[in-house]
């Protein structure tokens, strides 16, 4: 049997620009939360070095850039039903009055408890943003530009990584830290007009306000009877309402199985390739390597990178595809990262770099561009589309906790590792695992562009092979 796309009877035109101004200023939160990921590139030599108002050890300094994954490690399970429980707009606000408690406590603090305190809460600020955004998105989004928008809670939160690498360079480290203090704010004002998704008010009995809410995003003249009936009737068979669905029933499911599978690679995948500790130590890197650009301007190429490698995503993801995307990113990455230890290998045994000196922030230019056009962007997407309304919560809890427990070892340990066994072949390792995502994705995720999340279900059951070839999960 074939899988066949059921085209909507309307051909008037959905307006698509409120959906795109919702989740540009949605993903604004997301951009604070990059600050706070990319601060300790520049505020960590800062603090370690002899003018710090509170001078720091080398393990000081990595808990307070790894307490922040770890936090979010244990808090996702229960965070994951916030939207839920209260609202999403309720969430937002939540986790920008966090970000506001953490920047005014790193603004005022004298000593290294009132940092660890303060990354702290932005742990938790953190595993806001990466379930409230994705799902406030998700849910405003037609089929057709769901990719698009998806890309965004990355491409902002990248931005943010790159210019926290910016201000961190160009300015005073009490002068970063107000800039961050406004961001939340700005986030607040913005958020204030934006109405609460249509889901969730039909899911909370507010019929009416969902109509003005789905009006509101579909523009004012298009017809959302058809649309609006739809939602609500999947409410009413209650097909998303639990966000538990009993275990026998999980394992009796093949495209809940193939789902989940493909949900935890991917976000092993996200982690593995060592973008968290190679973003937190990006200036220290190329101190390290003792290439001839300066290590605060390379860690501005590779942060603007990051913001480029975004801007094309946006654009390929609803053209080029999930999968082919998943699978170029991978495999660029995995060159990348072994030419990074290919350099770190040469200087290592002594043999004459200063010809390649290049070739540090150019392997990692290119491994940021290529994880932000597919690996970067993909896992918070593609959780939204393969895995069924029963279980979303449940697999963002396991998928999100995954991704932030494998950052936090990175973050903590990294430096250890590459002690114990040397730069070069830590990066060798993170090379490796690329590759071995990339082979999961080729034989275990269908391309989902254009499908609506039934096709995607049935996908996954093995029951389109005409049009996706892929691969049953071996017997364990």
Sequence with gaps: MSCVKVQPPETQTVSRAPQFTAAFIVNLIAFTSGFSTGWPATAIPYL???????????????????????VAAFTTPFAAFLPDKIGRKK????????HLICWTLITLATNVIMLYIARTFSGLCSVGVFIFAPT??????????????????????NSGIALSYVIGWLLTYEQV?????????????????????????????????????????????????????QIKASFDNNEPRAPLVPLKEIFASKSILRGLFIVLVLAANHQLCGIYPVLSYTVTIFRESGSDISPNLSSVIVGSLLVVGNVTASFLIDRAGRRRLLIISDSIMSVSLMCIGVYFYLKSIGADVSSIGWLPVTSLSIFVVALSIGVGPMLYLVISEIIPPQIKYVANAMALTLVWFIAFLGAKFFNNLADLIGVHSTFWIFSLCCLLGMLVIIFQLPETKGKSLKEIERLLEGKCKKQEKIHDLPNV
């Design 136 to 157: 406030y998105v998700v849910e405003i989004a037609v089929d057709q530009i769901r990719g698009t928008l998806g890309t965004f809670v990355i491409a902002l939160c």
């Design 177 to 229: 830290c107000y800039v961050n203090l406004c961001l939340p704010v700005i986030f607040i004002l913005l958020f204030y007009w934006l109405p609460e998704t249509p889901k969730y008010l039909i899911y909370s009995g507010k019929f009416e306000e969902a109509k003005k809410s789905l009006q509101w995003f579909r523009g004012r003249s298009y017809d959302i009877t058809a649309e609006y009936n």
């Design 91 to 98: 969430t937002g606000y939540l986790v920008a009055v966090s």
């Design 48 to 70: 370690e070095g002899p003018e710090s108002p509170i001078p720091l050890t080398p393990d000081q300094s990595s808990w307070i850039i790894s307490l922040l994954c770890l």
